[in-house]
């Protein structure tokens, strides 16, 4: 069975923000394209995926500055269960872009 040209266009933009993310190494795996199939397949919101992304990579980059570098993500299964809290308990859009805000200040370009 062929995807739709919404789930094409849907896996697309999960991978390309995936991509996009602060600490994350930058290359996509078999796993990550089918994980982004299977979030389609389940009608996850493309902004639940955006936040969980964001909020992620903010964790990251915000941990105590004293400690070592965090070693960048490797999966995009590494943001499943920010994404599961997402659609729990969905954050206000002023949290997300204090997010974005404070990435961008610190020099993690979203």
Request: proline share 8%; hydrophobic share 40%; net charge positive.
């Amino acid at each position: 069975m062929r995807p739709s040209d919404d789930g094409v266009a849907y896996v697309r933009e999960v991978l390309r923000l995936y991509r996009a993310t602060p600490t994350v190494l930058g290359r996509l795996r078999r796993t990550d394209r089918v994980l982004a199939g299977q979030l389609y397949e389940q009608h996850v919101p493309l902004h639940a995926v955006r936040d969980a992304l964001i909020i992620g990579a903010a964790r990251r980059v915000l941990h105590n500055g004293y400690s070592t570098p965090m070693p960048p993500v490797r999966s995009l299964h590494y943001f499943l269960p920010l994404l599961r809290e997402i659609l729990d308990r969905p954050p206000g859009y002023r949290e997300i872009d204090q997010l974005v805000a404070e990435l961008r200040a610190r020099g993690a370009v979203w």
